[in-house]
């Protein structure tokens, strides 16, 4: 069974007096601890199927199954809330830390809702950021950060639930060629240990470590 399961799904918006159809009758399947590589120029529907496939948006119509659940409109918000706290870890190019908190606040978000006790919190915070090298930088600001450094934190904070699925949107779409070699690095090892990856890029060099390329034009899998 697939861990991720999309038949036939579809994003339509209303733009003023405009329909755009973004996502166009996609259907996926990715098994546990693929690495899949969506690539597509801008406005080809990639992001949008990203924050479907993240329980950030709702398909208009199609099926998703995850994990051998359907996923539907009919599914409340707070379930899928949940659902996705449970499996699921984001990140996004432009890191999106909370600039008025620290590094190992930043890393602790995810856990308010799925590890009890603040200290249980804190000791995995501490540990993943010593993981991705940042145990010296723990109660830096992200604007005392590097970018390569705010992208570990923001490594760091996807992993912090222990989600069976990573999903990166242009991961090294704003580092450098050093630092983005970097968190390749990382993100490879992640998939080394059995973490499900997809990333969004127009990274040809990061696109070729995946198992798996998908490539989209005008909402459709082409």
């Known amino acids: 069974m697939a861990l991720i399961d999309l038949k036939n799904v579809s994003k339509k918006f209303s733009l003023d007096t405009a329909e755009v159809i973004a996502v166009q009758e996609v259907s996926l399947s990715v098994n546990q601890g693929e690495f899949v590589a969506i690539m597509g120029p801008s406005g080809s529907g990639k992001s949008t199927l990203m924050n479907i496939i993240g329980l950030l948006d709702h398909p208009t119509s199609g099926e998703?199954?995850?994990d051998g659940r359907s996923v539907s409109t009919s599914m409340g918000d707070r379930a899928q809330a949940?659902?996705?706290s449970e499996f699921i870890g984001f990140i996004f190019q432009t890191f999106n830390?909370?600039?008025?908190?620290?590094?190992?606040?930043?890393?602790e978000l995810p856990a308010t809702y799925m590890l009890s006790g603040n200290l249980s919190a804190k000791k995995r915070?501490?540990?993943l950021l010593n993981t991705v090298g940042l145990d010296h930088r723990l109660h830096h600001r992200p604007n005392q950060l590097s970018g390569g450094e705010r992208q570990r934190v923001a490594i760091a904070r996807a992993l912090m639930n222990?989600?069976?699925i990573i999903l990166?949107?242009?991961p090294t779409g704003n580092l450098d060629s050093k630092s983005g070699d970097e968190i390749i690095g990382i993100l490879q090892d992640l998939n080394k240990k059995g973490t499900t990856?997809?990333?969004v890029t127009h990274n040809d060099d990061l696109a070729k470590k995946a198992g798996k390329i998908i490539r989209m034009k005008d909402g459709r899998i082409v």
């Open 82 to 84: 949940r659902l996705r």
């Open 168 to 170: 990166a949107d242009e």
């Open 64 to 66: 998703y199954t995850l």
């Open 197 to 199: 990856l997809l990333l």
């Open 162 to 164: 222990q989600p069976s």
């Open 97 to 107: 830390l909370l600039p008025n908190l620290d590094v190992l606040a930043n890393v």
């Open 125 to 127: 915070a501490t540990e």
